[in-house]
């Protein structure tokens, strides 16, 4: 048996490995290389392996850096099983389709470029309806119950506590008459956030394959306070003005409609003093993906499954309105009345968000509130780096609004919270360690070795291992 690294070994995206015994061989996720020009050419290469002959897939969560590259590997051939959990399946779809949707428009403006230049013009990695075909391959399966997707090969999917669906991997593998046991760490996420279970601890395995992107950094305690949330909605709302607050469509939306709802149906006195302040979700894929949640409360961990069993749906709560229209969307920037819009995408880049802070940035009775993490280069972190004016649609717009950072719970567990979790392993397993920056790894590594002994393969370019 052997395992072979096929992504997010030189950095955090493109999750891709591949497990096979003489007879058999899966894909631990497939996923897409982001992160700039160097990265995106890396989704055009081959696979370092014949999609043909992978047999069917695992997949740990719908991040777009873990399954971003299934519509490319259907269409390349593979024509296997894509096993993931129920709300995984249920998030794909929309993840897919969205991606495509990017990745067309993405080569329509280089075509265009392309053409001025007398250039040939550039196909999409993929399109929506690559997207779509991809689909019908999913195959969700429950938490915690063990698969045999093979004659050699059995799964399990545990909770990850990194987005709804997300899972930790167990891989048992037989071959020869032997039986070792693979752990996957998928992406893990932090202890005690709102809404999903927290990640599963482990204890038994022969070899730990996990993730790094924290690897060297420390959250800070707690990040978002409601009360924070709370005080700058108020501030803004009673001078009259709106709050805008970009937010990630899958995740982040769903944990602030979570907050809110503790405000507006669980806080009487906030209520009284909010109550004519309607917050909008303007984002078609952040609409489709609270649907998903709502769906699948079996994610839920206890404080959330509480307020379903006193009644309270917790992702709806009495001012919150879905905008379902363009024109609906529209209309809000020409209601002046005080309200709370929060909109897609997250850093600014795309999306609705971007004709909201057009009309709303110039306004100093308005305030933009950020709740997620701001990339560099992104719309959103020149407005966090005190930009005086943004060029919007070709057009330079004023900043007066209030620019405030909230930063909001991390989806991702950071050293100490990786550290904690691979150190539950009891047999001293060998541990390889991927999908993290150079230095995240090389000092995660350091940093596992010192505190317990552990010396863990530190993964930086695609290579394979005989297991
Ligand atoms: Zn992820």
């Known amino acids: 048996m052997r395992i072979e690294f096929c992504g997010a070994t030189t950095g955090v995206t493109g999750s891709c490995h591949k497990i096979s015994t003489k007879e058999h061989s899966i894909l631990l996720d497939c996923g897409q290389f982001q992160g700039g020009k160097d990265r995106d050419k890396l989704n055009y290469e081959d696979f370092p ?35 993931c959990t129920k709300a995984t399946a249920d998030l794909l779809p929309i993840m897919l389709r969205d991606s495509g949707y990017i ?28 997207a779509e075909r991809s689909l019908k391959y999913i195959t969700p399966v429950r938490y915690n119950e063990e698969v ?49 279970k927290d990640p599963t601890t482990i204890t038994e395995a022969d070899y730990v394959v996990m993730e790094t992107t924290y690897g060297n950094r420390l959250h800070p305690e707690n990040v978002m306070s409601i009360d924070d949330l709370l005080k700058n909605i108020l501030k803004t709302t009673e001078r009259g003005g709106t709050v805008v607050i970009p937010s990630f469509a899958v995740g982040r939306t769903q944990e602030m409609i979570y907050e809110l709802n503790k405000l507006y149906d669980n806080n009487p006195e906030v209520y009284s003093k909010l109550k004519n302040v309607k917050v909008y979700i303007d984002s078609p894929m952040a609409t489709s993906a609270t649907q998903v949640f709502k769906e699948n409360p079996e994610c ?16 709806d709560f009495k001012n919150l309105i879905f905008t ?11 209601n002046k009345e005080p309200k709370i819009i929060i909109s897609a995408s997250g850093m600014c880049e795309a999306g609705r968000i971007r004709h909201h ?55 991702h567990a950071d050293r100490d919270a990786l550290a904690e979790w691979v150190s539950s392993f009891k047999n001293n397993p060998r541990v390889f360690l991927v999908h993290g920056e ?12 010192d505190k317990f002994g552990i010396k863990p393969t530190v993964i930086t370019e695609n290579s394979g291992f005989d297991l």
């Open 49 to 83: 392996f014949d999609p043909k002959e992978i047999e069917s897939m695992v997949l740990s969560h719908a991040h777009i850096d873990h399954c971003g590259r299934i519509p490319l590997l259907v269409k390349r051939g593979f024509t296997g099983n894509i096993y």
């Open 103 to 130: 990745h067309e428009k993405e080569a329509e403006w280089k075509t265009k470029k392309a053409l001025e230049k007398g250039e040939e013009p550039v196909a999409p990695l993929y399109t929506v309806v690559d």
């Open 148 to 196: 045999e997707i093979n004659d050699q090969m059995t799964i399990k999917f545990n909770d990850a506590g990194h987005i709804l669906g997300s899972s930790i991997l167990e891989v048992w593998i037989s071959e020869d008459g032997e039986k070792k046991k693979l752990v996957f760490s998928g992406d893990l996420g932090m202890k005690h956030r709102p809404i999903l």
């Open 300 to 315: 839920f961990d206890k404080e959330t499954k509480g307020y379903i069993e006193r009644g309270d749906n917790p992702l």
């Open 324 to 334: 379902k229209s363009t024109e609906d969307s529209k209309r809000l920037n020409i």
């Open 357 to 411: 802070l057009r009309h709303n940035l110039g306004n100093k009775k308005n305030s933009i509130i950020f709740v997620g993490y701001q990339a560099e280069y992104t719309l959103g972190r020149k407005l966090l780096n005190g930009a005086d004016s943004v060029n919007l649609f070709g057009e330079e717009v004023q900043v007066n609004a209030e620019i405030v950072n909230l930063e909001g719970f991390s989806a």
């Open 438 to 449: 150079d230095d995240a790894k090389k000092d995660f590594a350091k940093f596992i070795d």
